[in-house]
């Protein structure tokens, strides 16, 4: 999930060049187009434009924020005339052709955004629409239209369907529907890497362990899109084999592997060709949110402090997304954003792009004290606090009347 998703996605169709901002720590790469007034992020958006843009609307309308106008008005203006979206389009009043590259994915997150931002039905509905003609015969979709199935946009697709109120159980190709591709990319308990999920498979067939995908299929198994809560705890902890695994299993089975990846050091490791051995902070914060929402709350927070610790430089760097990624790990384990190891993701988010509003003062209290910590509770014992002791100056002063 997020600009690392997208990053990856492409470089399996050899546009390697998006995977820089997904996991580096240098800092992100000069712009190579303009930036449009109404998206957020300084860095170049041809790969992740629109991909970033709904990170940030989701993380915002999670935190209890209305999107400013510009913002979602500059999302749904990407959207082709057949429904779909691209990574980015520079000049989204030109109609879109051949040259113009759509996928799921973008098409996936931005319905995802739009339907939370709300305002926009025609335009989620065109894309659902549009993500319904692509499906392939397996079930599941691939990034690109036409493209081999993959567990990964097959899970944000997901999301998409069930942002709108439809049963991912229910579209279905050749009578398959999303969750049998799931199934199928699962690695049996037996095999090295049992649990998790594959991207794709191999030229010859073979499956292989990918986290990303993991946690991904986590979310999509469970019916879920990018914002999740602790679900219940599973009844296996471990890897249970079966042949037929149901989504719920898928599921479980894949929490069991990341709750072992990420048992020792807290977080996982970049894997990413060509990228330095170093820890996989986008990664590790989508684990967060999978985690969480296969009901592994303990491990989920353990790998939220560590990112907590160590992220902050990372979410810097990298980007809208990156924030919004560490909001909604926030949101998957209960803990604040506000204060995200002295830092507030959602300061740093709202200030790289258009300024959205509080839906309601309440909100903005319990959810984004601006970074401090300090929340509405601390305020209530401020004034229950200031009470007692005006309580005990009135009684001292009736004590002493004659």
């Given at each position: 999930?997020?600009?690392?998703?997208?990053?990856?996605?492409?470089?399996?169709?050899?546009?390697?060049?998006?995977?820089?901002?997904?996991?580096?720590?240098?800092?992100?790469?000069?712009?190579?187009?303009?930036?449009?007034?109404?998206?957020?992020?300084?860095?170049?958006?041809?790969?992740?434009?629109?991909?970033?843009?709904?990170?940030?609307?989701?993380?915002?309308?999670?935190?209890?924020?209305?999107?400013?106008?510009?913002?979602?008005?500059?999302?749904?203006?990407?959207?082709?005339?057949?429904?779909?979206?691209?990574?980015?389009?520079?000049?989204?009043?030109?109609?879109?052709?051949?040259?113009?590259?759509?996928?799921?994915?973008?098409?996936?997150?931005?319905?995802?955004?739009?339907?939370?931002?709300?305002?926009?039905?025609?335009?989620?509905?065109?894309?659902?629409?549009?993500?319904?003609?692509?499906?392939?015969?397996?079930?599941?979709?691939?990034?690109?239209?036409?493209?081999?199935s993959d567990a990964n946009s097959t899970s944000v697709v997901i999301g998409a369907l069930t942002a709108v109120g439809t049963d991912p159980?229910?579209?279905?190709?050749?009578?398959?529907?999303?969750?049998?591709?799931?199934?199928?990319?699962?690695?049996?308990?037996?095999?090295?890497?049992?649990?998790?999920l594959a991207f794709q498979p191999d030229k010859k067939g073979k499956l292989a362990a990918n986290a990303d995908a993991t946690a991904a299929g986590v979310l999509?198994?469970?019916?879920?899109?990018?914002?999740?809560?602790?679900?219940?705890?599973?009844?296996?902890?471990?890897?249970?084999?079966?042949?037929?695994?149901?989504?719920?299993?898928?599921?479980?089975?894949?929490?069991?592997?990341?709750?072992?990846?990420?048992?020792?050091?807290?977080?996982?490791?970049?894997?990413?060709?060509?990228?330095?051995?170093?820890?996989?902070?986008?990664?590790?914060?989508?684990?967060?949110?999978?985690?969480?929402?296969?009901?592994?709350?303990?491990?989920?927070?353990?790998?939220?402090?560590?990112?907590?610790?160590?992220?902050?430089?990372?979410?810097?760097?990298?980007?809208?997304?990156?924030?919004?990624?560490?909001?909604?790990?926030?949101?998957?384990?209960?803990?604040?954003?506000?204060?995200?190891?002295?830092?507030?993701?959602?300061?740093?988010?709202?200030?790289?792009?258009?300024?959205?509003?509080?839906?309601?003062?309440?909100?903005?209290?319990?959810?984004?004290?601006?970074?401090?910590?300090?929340?509405?509770?601390?305020?209530?014992?401020?004034?229950?606090?200031?009470?007692?002791?005006?309580?005990?100056?009135?009684?001292?002063?009736?004590?002493?009347?004659?």
């Amino acid at each position: 999930m997020n600009v690392r998703r997208s990053a990856a996605a492409l470089a399996a169709v050899g546009v390697l060049a998006a995977a820089a901002p997904a996991t580096a720590a240098g800092p992100s790469p000069s712009p190579k187009v303009a930036i449009p007034s109404g998206l957020y992020g300084t860095s170049d958006p041809t790969y992740d434009g629109v991909w970033r843009q709904s990170l940030t609307l989701i993380a915002q309308r999670t935190l209890g924020y209305r999107p400013a106008t510009q913002a979602v008005d500059w999302l749904a203006g990407q959207q082709c005339a057949s429904g779909a979206f691209a990574a980015f389009r520079a000049t989204p009043a030109k109609a879109c052709d051949s040259k113009v590259m759509v996928d799921t994915n973008s098409t996936a997150a931005a319905v995802q955004a739009l339907k939370a931002a709300g305002g926009h039905d025609d335009t989620v509905g065109k894309a659902v629409t549009w993500l319904k003609s692509v499906q392939n015969k397996d079930g599941g979709w691939g990034y690109l239209p036409a493209g081999a199935s993959d567990a990964n946009s097959t899970s944000v697709v997901i999301g998409a369907l069930t942002a709108v109120g439809t049963d991912p159980a229910n579209v279905r190709k050749s009578g398959k529907s999303p969750y049998d591709l799931l199934a199928a990319m699962s690695l049996r308990c037996d095999q090295d890497g049992g649990g998790a999920l594959a991207f794709q498979p191999d030229k010859k067939g073979k499956l292989a362990a990918n986290a990303d995908a993991t946690a991904a299929g986590v979310l999509g198994a469970l019916g879920k899109g990018f914002v999740a809560q602790a679900g219940k705890a599973p009844a296996h902890a471990a890897c249970t084999r079966t042949d037929h695994p149901t989504p719920a299993r898928v599921a479980d089975n894949a929490g069991a592997y990341l709750a072992a990846a990420v048992a020792r050091t807290g977080h996982l490791q970049s894997v990413l060709p060509g990228a330095k051995d170093q820890p996989d902070f986008g990664n590790t914060a989508d684990t967060v949110v999978a985690l969480a929402a296969d009901g592994r709350t303990e491990q989920a927070k353990a790998s939220y402090a560590w990112l907590e610790k160590n992220a902050s430089q990372w979410a810097a760097q990298s980007g809208p997304a990156a924030y919004a990624q560490l909001i909604l790990a926030a949101h998957a384990v209960g803990a604040q954003p506000g204060d995200f190891g002295g830092t507030s993701l959602v300061r740093s988010l709202n200030a790289l792009g258009p300024a959205p509003q509080m839906a309601t003062e309440q909100k903005e209290k319990t959810k984004s004290d601006g970074g401090s910590g300090l929340g509405v509770w601390w305020v209530v014992g401020v004034c229950l606090i200031a009470g007692i002791g005006v309580g005990f100056l009135l009684s001292g002063r009736k004590k002493k009347r004659p």
